[in-house]
């Protein structure tokens, strides 16, 4: 592991200790709790796009999956909106990401896309 640290941070990898890797993590968990609460009222989206992002990280289980929403603004702007685990694309994970966003004060958009336009 030492090995691999040398080589993608450099000469700071000597300064990860466990305490400082499990500090980071504390911190950026925190962030991204943060981020995942944040207040969706004063942003209107014209459009979203919706897909599930499916990789085998937690071992063999093919069901276990990211779902994404990316909302486009009035202006065009892309935003990453939600990203949260589901059990595959189901019915019920897709409803708590978007009763989630509601709760959070996001409008229904003029245009949905499932599935990456596929």
């Not at 919706?50 to 909302?71: E, M, S």
Request: one cysteine or more; a positive charge.
């Amino acid at each position: 592991m030492a090995s691999v640290l040398g080589v993608v941070p450099g000469e700071g990898a000597k300064k990860l200790t466990p305490s400082v890797v499990s500090s980071l993590k504390k911190e950026w968990t925190a962030s991204f709790d943060a981020w995942k609460k944040r207040d969706l009222s004063k942003t209107t989206f014209t459009y979203i796009y919706a897909g599930g992002i499916y990789q085998q990280i937690r071992g063999d289980n093919p069901k276990l999956c990211v779902l994404v929403i990316v909302g486009v603004d009035d202006s065009g702007r892309k935003h990453l909106v939600a990203l949260e685990d589901g059990v595959r694309e189901s019915t019920q994970s897709w409803r708590e990401v978007l009763l989630n966003l509601q709760s959070r004060g996001m409008k229904a958009p003029a245009l949905a896309d499932w599935g990456w336009g596929s």
